[in-house]
């Protein structure tokens, strides 16, 4: 169990469980749940027959009923014989930094089913009540690279170790002498990521030497640099993008902070506490409380009041209470004043 968790944290994961199926739906969404707790974005979106139960971290979105026609049969669309949901599980740093727009979701959706009968899709309360009553991220989620053709372009040479995406074994060696095959063969294992470093194989040195490269020596150093400053510049843009990334994302983490200074020791407990927190909607600012959550230690659960809504009231309370104060000073020093007089 230990290996299967680990092999979905950190991941955005979609998992189809069909009908009839001898598949344990409870011990599997467990250990989606144990998943849960790396401390790396991870997300669980889930097609299931509908549960009457769900464990804690999972949140039913959407219902649909048996007569939906959701699954195409020999290409026709039939209806499920019994209802089915999409649920989903995530963690706090995958809501932060790949953010949910639950208004265009639910308007996909309905634009989606709108031409089936009213109640076939339902979006449950709960759930609506969750995302509506925080305020939503404005940053985009992350996506993948809009150039998916790069992904699976074919290596322009048999010698390869620098390029990330070419496949560890090469058949286009099968022509070349079975010595030099076997240099390049090793040559392609050499690890990617030194290779962006300039550190080039050792079997690349051999086999210039086997050749009788008298400049052997200066071919590997203009190589070692031009790998070197290749991968420098692709770092740079990394790096570019990233800051440009986490300028929009990092101002969700900082929490309000208060004129008033806390003492120290109560500012570590609210660290520890907030560490724990497992609610996935951290970071996500609560302005009302919809879903009738109970309050916990974390102030994430927390209803924000805008004082700017009710400042008038504010403000006379305010010249009440100073009204009060002066009156009471003034009787304090009348009454002084009279025992005076008396002696």
């Excluded at 026609?69 to 930094?97: C, E, H, R």
């Excluded at 639950?102 to 031409?115: A, H, I, P, Q, V």
């Excluded at 030497?209 to 420098?232: M, N, P, Q, Y």
């Amino acid at each position: 169990m230990l290996e299967y968790t680990s092999l979905h944290s950190g991941r955005n994961s979609f998992t189809f469980i069909p009908l009839n199926t001898n598949v344990n739906i409870q011990g599997l969404l467990e250990i989606f749940c144990e998943a849960l707790q790396s401390q790396a974005p991870s997300r669980f979106i889930c097609v299931i027959p509908k549960e009457m139960i769900l464990p804690s971290q999972f949140l039913e979105l959407v219902t649909f009923d048996t007569t939906s026609l959701l699954f195409y049969w020999q290409g026709d669309l039939v209806s499920a014989p019994s209802p089915i949901s999409i649920v989903l599980a995530m963690n706090k740093q995958s809501a932060l930094i790949d953010p949910i727009n639950w208004e265009f979701f639910k308007s996909r959706l309905f634009k989606w089913s709108e031409d089936w009968r009213p109640g076939l899709v339902t979006v449950s309360e709960q759930t609506n009540f969750l995302f509506t009553e925080r305020d939503p991220l404005l940053h985009s989620p992350r996506a993948l690279s809009k150039q998916q053709n790069n992904l699976f372009q074919q290596p322009c040479s048999i010698i390869n170790f620098f390029d990330a995406y070419s496949p560890r074994k090469s058949y286009a060696l099968n022509s070349l002498p079975p010595r030099v095959a076997a240099l390049i063969g090793q040559m392609n294992r050499h690890p990617t990521f030194l290779g962006v470093l300039g550190i080039l194989p050792n079997q690349l040195r051999s086999l210039l030497k086997e050749t009788g490269r008298e400049d052997r020596e200066e071919i590997l150093l203009d190589l070692s640099r031009t790998l070197f400053f290749a991968g420098f510049r692709v770092w740079k843009k990394r790096q570019k993008l990233a800051k440009h990334y986490w300028n929009n994302v990092k101002q969700r983490q900082l929490k309000e902070k208060t004129k008033r200074k806390k003492p120290m020791k109560k500012q570590v407990e609210e660290k520890i506490v907030e560490s724990k927190c497992q609610n996935p909607f951290h970071y996500l600012r609560r302005h009302e409380n919809l879903s009738s959550q109970r309050p916990t230690k974390c102030p994430c659960r927390n209803a924000v009041v805008n004082f700017t809504e009710i400042s008038p009231l504010r403000s006379s309370h305010q010249k009440f209470n100073s009204l009060n104060k002066e009156q009471m000073f003034i009787e304090k020093r009348t009454n002084r004043l009279h025992r005076k007089t008396c002696i």
